[in-house]
């Protein structure tokens, strides 16, 4: 199966603040990634698909990118309603796998 | 509107079995790949198993091959999972998504847009 290696696995940042996420894949899988938000006691969000397209409605504050292995999620103002654990999903291959998650809090 | 509803979920022994079901409603089932995603308490997602909109390819996780079958009554707009020989790290709430994945370039690129609420299950003594 393929790996998906995220990291860092929790970071703090504050309002306003950029902010990257990276996932690195075991294995080349071209574009085929996504980015999932989870709250506390919510079901997972997408936000970004085909490593790069923004999900309708989704905040323009939210970027993907890469392709091949690495992959990078950017939030480019931090807002509170940020706070969540984040998610890649590599669908290149059978079985697709999840990324550890990154917690994303407020300093 | 689009809506997805697990139940089935509860607490069961070791070695035991269960049925999980999601109802889906405010699309056409029958047209979307539908999956299983769990998630054990604390812990990461971790994706189950997937089945194609007319059932004909299933999909599932190493560690529940032989153990869960996953499932569809497009008729019923419902999705399912057979689990059997639950063991403790089986233990997880179990989300059921939507597939809005599409072709490109002669790739298909998976999109779990839509999710239920999760149904706990608890295997244990």
């Known amino acids: 199966a393929i790996q998906m290696t995220q990291s860092p696995s929790s970071l703090s940042a504050s309002v306003g603040d950029r902010v990257t996420i990276t996932c690195r894949a075991s294995?080349?899988?071209?574009?085929?990634l996504g980015w999932y938000q989870q709250k506390p006691g919510k079901a997972p969000k997408l936000l970004i698909y085909?490593?790069?397209s923004l999900l309708s409605g989704v905040p323009s504050r939210f970027s993907g990118s890469g392709s091949g292995t690495d992959f990078t999620l950017t939030i480019s103002s931090l807002q509170p309603e940020d706070v969540a654990t984040y998610y890649c999903?590599?669908?290149?291959?059978?079985?697709?796998?999840f990324g550890g998650g990154t917690k994303v809090g407020i300093k | 509107e689009v809506q997805l509803v697990e139940s089935g979920g509860g607490l069961v022994q070791p070695g035991g079995s269960l049925r999980l079901s999601c109802a889906a409603s405010?699309?056409?089932?029958?047209?979307?790949?539908m999956s299983w995603v769990r998630q054990a308490p604390g812990k990461g997602l971790e994706w189950v198993a997937n089945i194609k909109e007319d059932g004909s390819e299933t999909y599932s996780v190493d560690s529940v091959e032989g153990r869960f079958t996953i499932s569809r009554d497009n008729a019923k707009n419902s999705l399912y999972v057979q689990m059997n020989s639950l063991r403790a790290d089986d233990t997880a709430v179990y989300y059921c998504a939507r597939d809005a994945g599409y072709w490109s370039g002669g790739a298909f690129y998976s999109m779990y847009d839509f999710w239920g609420q999760g149904t706990l299950v608890t295997v244990s003594s």
């Open positions: 999903l590599q669908d290149y291959d059978h079985p697709l796998t």
């Open positions: 294995q080349g899988i071209r574009n085929d």
């Open positions: 085909g490593a790069s």
């Open positions: 405010g699309f056409v089932f029958s047209r979307y790949w």
